[in-house]
């Protein structure tokens, strides 16, 4: 199955929205009412010129010094190079500046696996002069790293060393140092399953690996040895749990298309009509 990478950096960045903005953007941090924040509906724009349509990923309203504000984030995890995108995000701007008539923020997070320099501006020259020289803001995360970021507690940074400038070699250490700061962050359950999962789309590690992971959690202090190793054990056993309901379900779907009824599936897993229903659906 294909990775929805807009909606996980969606969900990520949702969830710890100030955080992002602290780690990313400590200058514009001092500046945004945190306690004034809203999630708006995705806006879409039509370019009626290449027939394309696009959408803002998260537009965030808030009071910047007390004023009225909107912040734009987009995703970027296209890996090969668009020579259009400045001139999109000016779109997005100006689309959503004509719209609330408001401060707009824009924010470029670029996600893909390569490093190139990315642009961070839109021009448009005439042969006597630029009329127009808009900038936006960019996160390239493949540009930093990693280990700049472990001693930041940042339920952010933690989840993100994932997509950071890490080699092949350094992924064992990459994945202990994310369980370490996950232990530091103390969050709720909710929490550290979003940060788990979102790390681990992007880092997985083989059998192998995961034996040398264990065997140098075993080298650390005491106590955070055994945290440590409960965080990997709990989600281990999770992830065991979410295999069979999987497999569970794929039989339901089976038995339905080959003509099965509910009432006879739901007798065989000692389910309600209801249940099985809900199962399938779940994905």
Do not use: C
């Not at 394309?52 to 998260?58: A, G, H, P």
């Not at 890996?79 to 001139?87: C, D, K, M, R, T």
């Not at 001693?151 to 250490?173: C, D, F, H, Q, V």
């Not at 369980?179 to 979003?194: H, I, N, P, S, T």
């Amino acid at each position: 199955m294909a990775v929805d990478h807009d909606r996980l950096f969606k969900e990520l960045i949702q969830a710890f929205f100030e955080e992002f903005i602290l780690l990313f953007f400590p200058e514009m941090y001092e500046y945004i009412d945190f306690q004034h924040l809203s999630f708006l509906s995705e806006e879409l724009f039509t370019d009626v010129t290449a027939g394309e349509k696009y959408r803002v990923d998260l537009l965030v309203e808030t009071k910047l010094k007390g004023e009225d504000g909107l912040i734009i984030v987009h995703i970027e995890n296209q890996s090969y190079v668009q020579p259009s995108f400045p001139e999109r995000m000016f779109i997005y701007f100006s689309r959503l500046f004509e719209k609330y008539r408001t401060n707009v923020v824009p924010i470029a997070v670029f996600s893909y696996d390569t490093i190139r320099d990315e642009p961070s501006s839109f021009t448009l020259p005439l042969p006597f002069g630029n009329i127009l020289h808009f900038r936006f803001f960019t996160v390239e995360l493949r540009k930093q790293n990693w280990r700049n970021y472990i001693r930041i507690n940042n339920p952010i940074a933690a989840a993100l060393l994932s997509k950071m400038g890490y080699t092949e070699s350094e992924r064992i250490e990459l994945k202990k140092q994310f369980l370490r700061m996950l232990v530091r962050l103390e969050l709720d359950e909710a929490k550290q399953r979003l940060l788990m999962g979102f790390f681990e789309t992007y880092v997985k590690l083989s059998d192998e690996e995961e034996q040398q992971l264990r065997n140098e959690v075993n080298q650390m202090e005491t106590k955070e040895k055994e945290q440590v190793l409960e965080l990997l054990i709990s989600y281990e056993q999770k992830g065991k749990r979410e295999g069979a309901k999987q497999k569970e379900r794929e039989m339901m779907r089976k038995m339905i298309a080959k003509g099965m009824s509910i009432a006879d599936i739901a007798h065989i897993f000692d389910l309600t009509e209801e249940e099985v229903h809900k199962r399938v659906k779940d994905e």
